[in-house]
Nanobody, 124 residues
Framework: QLQVVESGGGLVQPGGSLRLSCAAS????????IGWFRQAPGKEREGVSC????????NYVDSVKGRFTISRDNAKNTVYLQMNSLKPEDTAVYYC?????WGCGYDQAQYDYWGQGTQVTVSS
């Protein structure tokens, strides 16, 4: 079965850090661009960051620039999202998704595989 699985979410205080992982099974992640998305309660799912196949293309939305870092380890078939200086407004379910393109973006319809999501809660 082809799928991606997120992990690493949890409860953290404001200013804290978490590292999310997106692991692929059933296919080689190095042939896919990966996007991280999030959905806060009562809001639509939105793009957060994405990384192209070759990792030479990386993008962040303005709200996370300078705080989040996306990276990929093709040997481990995993993409990471390092989240630092977390804020309460980062609270959401975080999803990763894969699409078989060189570049990446936030058009959710272009992503073939989606994970079930991992909850990130930033609260004191």
């Amino acid at each position: 079965q082809l799928q991606v699985v997120e992990s690493g979410g949890g409860l953290v205080q404001p200013g804290g850090s978490l590292r999310l992982s997106c692991a692929a099974s059933g296919f080689a992640l190095n042939y896919y661009a990966i996007g991280w998305f999030r959905q806060a309660p009562g809001k639509e799912r939105e793009g957060v960051s994405c990384i192209g196949r070759g990792a030479d293309y990386i993008n962040y939305v303005d709200s996370v620039k300078g705080r989040f870092t996306i990276s990929r380890d093709n040997a481990k078939n995993t993409v990471y999202l390092q989240m630092n200086s977390l804020k309460p407004e980062d609270t959401a379910v975080y999803y990763c998704a894969a699409r078989p393109t060189w570049g990446c973006g936030y058009d959710q319809a272009q992503y073939d595989y989606w994970g079930q999501g991992t909850q990130v809660t930033v609260s004191s």
